[in-house]
């Protein structure tokens, strides 16, 4: 788990339901996060600190896209987008190999 940056779904024990449960920050499809904040906002008096996740080989278009969505839906900041770090994706790519060798 430390190692797949706390991600479980690399966990076979765990069923599919517990593995959608319980995703990382990372996992979690960033569209569905713009659209839980802009229903938030409607209740909100000023603002909301919203971090959006984002792969460091998404295109542009993709996370302008996210941006757009936020603003059209009354999303009144976005605070921080993360990405993640060389180190982190060698790491998962080393894991996903590492997978796939015991999986044969």
């Known amino acids: ?3 797949a940056d ?3 779904q690399h966990l076979d024990f765990l069923d599919e339901k517990a593995k959608d449960v ?6 979690i499809n960033q569209s569905v996060v713009i659209e839980q904040a802009a229903v938030r906002q409607k209740f909100i008096d ?6 959006i996740m ?3 080989d998404t295109p542009v278009k993709e996370i302008n896209q996210l941006y757009i969505q936020a603003w059209k839906q009354g999303v009144k900041s ?13 790491n998962r790519k ?3 190999e590492r997978n796939e060798k015991e999986e044969k």
Do not use: C, W
Not at 22 to 27: I, K, L, P
């Open 22 to 27: 319980y995703r990382t920050f990372a996992e």
């Open 94 to 96: 080393k894991i996903q």
């Open 1 to 3: 788990i430390r190692d």
């Open 78 to 90: 976005l605070y921080y987008q993360h990405s993640m770090n060389a180190a982190q994706q060698l």
């Open 6 to 8: 706390g991600s479980l």
């Open 46 to 51: 000023q603002s909301q600190s919203l971090n």
């Open 54 to 56: 984002v792969a460091p």
